[in-house]
């Protein structure tokens, strides 16, 4: 099987500006989750969606939102970007709903840089 | 608060030598632990969850909740085991997530 894609893979962004990132889960896979990592605060989980669905949510602002279609592909949309939205966004699927009860498979990330 | 500590950031030992990344933890629930681990160019990637009580590539670790740690061992360090750990534990009650710890660079000389 193929595994967890992210598009893009790098992004350059200036401030103030929005960006939508997407995620394409193994196929079969129900289930995405989110996370932001950074070199400070490190790996902080973001949401999660399960059949189109917002299951879970960290503690970030709602500039930071998402949706999940239909074919479980999901996208994640940071509004009114800041500096400190800098960082590697990692997407990670798994068979059924729960981040941390299954297996997570995750994807290769996209480094956003916000200028 | 939920909170994951990996102390240290760096260990570097040599092939053949025992090692043991720590992590403790903090949270008022009962608690679920993972380790997840992140070689050189590629993802990462779940080692071992303590429910399970498997040892994945020679690595162990054991819930101690007295001690609120959930260490990562293994007797004999090979150079291919070489990466970044992170121990992540899942919260639970209202919305669920995983808080990963900062991670932990582990370097297995020759």
């Known amino acids: 099987k193929a595994g967890v894609t992210q598009t893009p893979r790098y992004l350059i962004k200036t401030r103030g500006q929005q960006v939508t990132l997407s995620c394409s889960p193994i196929?079969?896979?129900?289930?995405v989750s989110w996370y932001q990592q950074t070199p400070g605060q490190g790996l902080q989980f973001l949401f999660e969606y399960f059949s189109e669905t917002q299951r879970n949510k960290g503690n970030f602002p709602g500039r930071f939102s998402g949706r999940q279609f239909s074919n479980s592909r999901s996208e994640m949309n940071v509004s009114t970007l800041e500096l400190g939205d800098s960082a590697l966004y990692l997407c990670?699927?798994?068979?059924?709903?729960?981040?941390?009860?299954?297996?997570?498979?995750f994807g290769p990330g996209t480094r956003l840089t916000v200028l | 608060a939920q909170r994951v500590t990996q102390p240290e950031k760096l260990l570097s030992v040599f092939k053949g030598a025992p090692v043991e990344l720590k992590c403790n933890y903090s949270?008022?629930?009962?608690?679920?632990l993972f380790w997840y681990v992140q070689y050189s160019r590629q993802r990462l990637q779940l080692l071992l969850r303590h429910i399970s009580r498997e040892s994945i590539k020679g690595f162990t670790a054991d819930l101690n909740k007295g001690e609120t740690s959930f260490h990562l061992k293994k007797p004999f360090a090979q150079e291919e085991d070489s990466a970044m750990y992170y121990c992540a534990l899942i919260t639970q009650g209202g919305s669920e997530k995983l808080v990963f710890g900062k991670g932990m660079k582990l370097t297995v000389n020759p």
């Open positions: 196929s079969g896979h129900r289930s």
């Open positions: 949270y008022s629930g009962s608690p679920e």
């Open positions: 990670a699927s798994s068979p059924l709903a729960g981040v941390g009860y299954n297996e997570q498979f």
